[in-house]
């Protein structure tokens, strides 16, 4: 069930490292998110998408409490997530990651997997962690008696399905779902997003859903962030972000997805250059180098955000004070 309470909410969420180039470089600033703002109310999803590199994974590490952001905040039910003790953040927030074989330890078993997170909080006995694991993986449609194998007995599908019960048995409020397909084959992509789909359902589970596919996000997700150079470039309700993308990287994104004609090949982004380096962001509008609409102003001024009917946007085409504006329905 969707109610409006905020379940998450980032505050100008900034997160620069230092980065050396070369074996005596002098560090610079590489700014990997960059004052990003969001609310996600609870029992919805936000998809995050954006290429490789624009910094997903940098804000997923963020709300997991495995970096600390330069400046901003992160709020979880309105308390500050450095405020919260690691058990009240394990039990609000958990994560599933891209690659389950990596994620899961190969040489426990499914049983000692799933059961980790009570054992490591000191929460029950064996003879309820016994019955938790049970209940959790018939819950995420695996047969008990996989808790004695190990995951190399076990296929992609029924992998992911023991990251899901690990990060589900801590009962969380949200969970951070870090490209949690594209590992997997396309036949038991949708199964698992399927089964995330009516957990969410069931639970009334909030997610952050990290990918670089829009075709994937556009399945599951409530609302769609747009992420480019750390920044969020276009935010909104899926249906109208997919029917009526506004910014010029969305619309790209957009093309990119769409089914190309039997034998005209992978369809064009029409983005020309390569992905800018973030310890070099360009001038003014940090898209303008391959946006088909940039002008000189986008070279010179950084643009605002601003509201939309059903999010946000940064770009000059939709802001009135800006001589590119393209009017109210553009
Ligand atoms: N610990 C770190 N130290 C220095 N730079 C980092 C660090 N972590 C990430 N970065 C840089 O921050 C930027 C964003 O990286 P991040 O991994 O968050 O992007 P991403 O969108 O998740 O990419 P991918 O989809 O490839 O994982 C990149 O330029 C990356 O090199």
């Known amino acids: 069930m969707t109610t409006t309470a905020p379940v998450l909410e980032l505050r100008g969420v900034t997160k620069t490292y230092r980065v050396k180039q070369g074996l005596f470089g002098t560090p610079r600033p590489l700014t990997a998110v960059n004052d990003v703002s969001l609310t996600v109310p609870r029992g919805e999803v936000l998809g995050l998408v954006g290429e490789s590199g624009c910094g997903k994974s940098t804000l997923a590490k963020i709300l997991l409490g495995l970096e600390n952001p330069t400046s901003g905040q992160v709020l979880v039910d309105g308390q500050e997530i450095g405020a919260q003790d690691r058990m009240t953040l394990a039990r609000r927030i958990q994560p599933i990651f891209q690659d389950p074989y990596s994620s899961l330890n190969p040489r426990k078993s499914i049983f000692d997997i799933v059961s980790l997170p009570l054992r490591v909080h000191g929460i029950g006995d064996a003879a309820s962690w016994d019955k938790e694991v049970r209940k959790i993986l018939d819950i995420v449609g695996l047969p008990a008696r996989v808790m004695n194998t190990f995951p190399s007995q076990m296929s992609g599908g029924q992998r992911q399905r023991v990251a899901i019960a690990r990060a589900l048995i801590m009962k969380p409020e949200i969970v951070i779902c870090d490209e949690p397909t594209s590992a997997l084959d396309v036949s038991v992509q949708s199964q698992i997003l399927n089964l995330l789909g009516d957990l969410r359902r069931e639970f009334g589970l909030t997610y952050l859903f990290i990918s670089h596919d829009l ?8 609302r769609v962030a747009v992420m480019y150079l750390g ?58 180098p391959r946006c088909p609409r940039a002008t000189d102003f986008c070279k010179k001024e950084a643009p605002r955000a601003l509201p939309t009917p059903l999010g946000h946007v940064e770009c000059h085409l939709h802001d009135p004070q800006s001589p590119m ?6």
Request: charged share 20%; net charge negative.
């Open 215 to 222: 075709a994937v996000v556009e399945h599951l997700a409530t």
């Open 231 to 288: 920044r969020i470039v276009e935010e909104a309700e899926v249906g109208g972000l997919f029917d009526h993308a506004r910014h010029p990287y969305t619309q790209a994104l957009l093309k990119s997805v769409l089914t190309p004609e039997p034998g005209l090949g992978v369809p064009d982004t029409q983005l020309g250059m390569a992905y800018p380096n973030p310890i070099d962001p360009p001038s003014g509008c940090h898209f303008h």
């Open 325 to 330: 504006f393209i009017g109210k329905e553009g």
